[in-house]
């Protein structure tokens, strides 16, 4: 037997006499360890094993054992008897038992508990107390064997009845009683049984009908209905205020519990408490204080400190009544300081050894004098005219009654044959500094004896910001800070000291806000500038300003960047702040035209776009208009389809053009990825189309162009200068806009402009290019693309990624371009322009017209069928021709453009030819599958979906 402490066991067989080699056998479930062509093997499975002798003659014996698993432990665990309990109205707890068996026995020791419920309920007992209604969990863990034991039981409360009390009522003089409009809420009673009783509250009188809904009331006060289950005793209670017509139930004041009089200095705060009576009576609970006070004092609290004088009034509102109340203003006061004056200097002569200070007193009770830098009193210090025989300052302190307040005045005391040095700093022009820093400031010093100019024996010495110094007596500056000049009078060995702060120029704040999005919806924005001056705005990369150039808020139309000019009037200094305004990338509308059907004459038109509920309108040649999204067509020319979704005011169109029977287009790709080209300047390409002219537009520091080409090509594997930001693992050749006018390249920091100019072989349609290195200084790249007349047909942004960034610009396949431009601009950390990144992979196509006479011979096609025709992972063509004929299979988008050859060989005669087109190498929307053999050909329509 298999047990928990031995897992596996050695079987005992044996054998008489010899009697033949041993092999055992397991059946029903058993493993062997080992030693299975032993007499001992060791097993560790439950089953049956037999154990085969053969003789050397075939002769054979089998014997059978049986290995068995001693049955495991059980647990289970219950709460009380599982059935539901439940709380009363209240709330009070009730006690839950977890009782746990064993292989049917039940078991209290050795136990642990943990429960779980509402409320995040976790404690650890056998037996709980919860007064929260929902489901609680009691898991039960035996220590010894680890086996556990779950058990649930829901906990639910005794439902108490709902009602409502009415509005509130007021008596009058026609009215002296009012009824009250108590009422109960249908179902609320799960007995059915209930009582309703009425108890008058603050006053009031119930004149009838205490144990009805309708209680008819006499006075003024508060009247409670309570609604109780006869059968649960849960009671609904709610409360009602009657009122007298003229009467005001709230009232609210305030009280102090420190006075009302600020000291002098406001060392100490103003206590204040609101208070309210309800119909006369103190008021608690379900109100709110709202306090307002001097200098936008706001305060929601029962309690406040104050320190500011002025009046504090207090609005109070009972939430449940919604009554408000406002008090009285209660009025903070200060005490005024004393007031006087020190009087005038004085100075001692050798006639006059003693000098009286001359004091004056406007309020105050009481006053002294204090000397001080030498100053000595001979008598009177607490009088108004003291009597001083020193030099030094002489300080009058005057105090109010209360001690609390006090001013304080100097007079100075000199000695009439002192010499008294003193400094003085002149200008020569007005001591400002431009906004430009071009002008400077120049300053002379003076210096006084005994307030006399003094010139000779007198020594200057200079300071100032960043360390400045100079020793002559005029100084030009032209940086703003603290100046200080110091004179020295030589002979007498005195000195003075004069300064003068040269503030900067006042420059203006602002900034010109977040970036904006044009969409669909909203064809104007409103810029969000701010600042503290004159303002105006300036359009550059195509925006526009509809109206506010002069406010901080204008409006505008278009995407572009837009500058916030700010200037200070009094200064005339300047800031700049710039916005970028995009638009959000329209409706997507495709269209398939083609070539008008030799048999009927007709050719149905196929639309689709980005919009999931769409509205189509196809308008054409001789007035031909229709709103089908795919309409059939008989005259050649030019359709265009207009696109509108339905769920927002997004918009798009295209056209097609449809050619008659003998007549079709043929639609050429081509790539310009400059992988063949060597390293350095470049002015053209050859293309399979013809030669593209490539002019690179150098931007120098000053933002200036430089007229020579500066087009170059670069290797992106390989960077060369400063440019490893252009580093690629696997793009190899691309267009940059060199530094210098030579074949080593390095791009250009400052940015500029890449014109391709497919003037020789266009008009073309622009499908795609790659671009590098777009980091995050570089947020105003674009790129334009023009027809032969310079008209703009469309423009994209090129997303700052970062540096080494790579990603595919779509260019819409935008018709009949003659000319692209990619200008590269942003401004760095310092506001430096910048602009440095790589074009590559430019996709275009053209289209010529053909001569395509009609094929009036039957199609060799007997069976052609695509299935499903919507997919997401994968769709299967199938077909059968006539007689054995070559055959090509090619996939194309809904502009015609080649995506892939699918499959191409020989179909035989009456065989199933089978190919598969698969999901997951395609970007979600619609293609055209084109079969060609040489006796026929067939379209097959299919649109993927993610």
Known sequence: MLTRDNPTVTLEGSVVNNSGQPIWLASDGGNFVSGYRTLNPIVDAPGTYTLKLQDGRGCSTEYTVKVTREEENTLAARIDYGSAKQLDCDRNAITLNAYVTLNGEEITEGIMYSWTGPNSYYPQLQAVSVNEPGEHTVVATHIATGATATATLTVSRMPSPEGSAGPDKVLTAENPTVTLEGSLVEGSVVSGLYEVRWDAIDGGEIVSGHWTFNPVVATPGTYRMSIMDRISKCTFREDVIVTREGEIPLVAFITSSNGSMLDCSRSYAINMTGHVRLNDQPASGNLSYQWAGPDGFSSNDKEIAVKVPGNYTLTVTDTIRNLSTTSEPFRVGTYDNPKGSAGPDKVLTSQNSTVTLEGSVSSGSSLQWVASDGGNIVSGERTLRPVVNAPGTYTLIITDTGGLCKFEDSAVVTREEENILTAEIGFTNVPELDCAGSNS?????????????IQEGITYQWSGPNGYTADSKTVTVTEPGDYTLVVTETIGNLTATSSYTINPPVYPTGSAGPDKKLTCQNSTVTLEGSGDGAVIWLASHGGNIVSGERTFNPVVNTPGIYTMVVTNVKSGCKIESEVKVIREEALTVSAIGGQLDCATGTLQLTGSSSAENARYTWTGPNGFTSMEQNPIVKVAGTYTLSVSDKDSDCSGSTSVV????????????????????????????????????????????????????????FDSQDPTGDDTNLYTVDWGQVLIINQYQNDYPDATQWGGEIILDFSAVGPVTMESFRVVGVDNFEDMSWVYLYDADGKELNKVY???????SKQLVN?????????????????????????????????????????????????????????????????????????????????????????KQLQTGTARAGELTTVEVLGHELKEGMYLARLVSEKGSHTFKLVLKR
């Open 811 to 899: 260019l819409g396949n935008t018709r009949g371009v003659m000319k692209m431009k990619v200008v590269l601009d942003g401004r760095d950390g310092s506001g430096d322009f910048a602009g440095s990144a790589a074009i590559d992979n430019i996709k275009f196509h053209r289209e010529t017209a053909t001569n395509t006479p009609c094929n009036t011979e039957v199609t060799n096609i007997t069976h052609a069928k695509a299935y499903p025709t919507s997919f997401s992972e994968r769709s299967k063509i199938e077909f059968i021709m006539r007689e054995t004929d070559n055959y090509t299979i090619s996939l194309y988008d809904t502009q015609g453009m080649l995506i």
């Open 441 to 453: 400031v120049t300053m002379i010093g003076f210096a006084y004896l005994n307030e006399e100019p």
């Open 798 to 804: 090129l997303k700052p990624l970062g540096m080494n």
């Open 658 to 713: 449809v050619t008659p029977a003998s007549t079709g287009v043929e639609i050429t790709q081509h790539t310009i990825d400059f992988d063949s080209q060597p390293r350095g300047l470049i002015s053209s390409i050859n293309t399979e189309a013809g030669p593209v002219a490539i002019t690179g537009r150098k931007r120098n520091p000053d933002g200036t162009f430089a007229p020579e080409n500066y087009a170059a090509i």
